[in-house]
């Protein structure tokens, strides 16, 4: 819900005037009016998925099922610093070291450096 989108941005320790684009798909959580004074407040510019178009998000909707699936059913945490700091460490092994068939098998990063 709109509630729990603006208490992530508000649990967000960076500045937030360095985010210069929000994008979302069209769910009513993203299209608030709390949200926008949010992204007014801070000069983040909003990017919408087309309507109609679910392949807009294909791309983060599939490093989400990757992240669900390779960390998130795997694991039980017992803090919320706990699972901080673990997902900490599943985001540099999936950006360094996890092999994507999408990019060649390289890494992220080994395919980044390719390039």
Known sequence: NAQLVYK???SIK???TLVGLFHTDRGKEFINEQIEAL???FDIKRSLSH???PYD???AEANFKSL??????????????E????LGGHIWWYNNERLHSSLGY??????????
């Open 83 to 86: 699972l901080q700091r673990e």
């Open 106 to 115: 390289k890494s992220p990063v080994s395919y980044a450096q390719s390039k």
């Open 8 to 10: 992530a941005f508000s």
């Open 51 to 53: 309507k109609g178009n």
């Open 14 to 16: 960076h500045d937030l």
């Open 57 to 59: 998000n294909a791309v």
């Open 39 to 41: 992204l007014s407040t």
């Open 68 to 81: 669900k699936f390779e960390f998130v059913y795997q694991n039980k945490f017992e803090t919320l610093e």
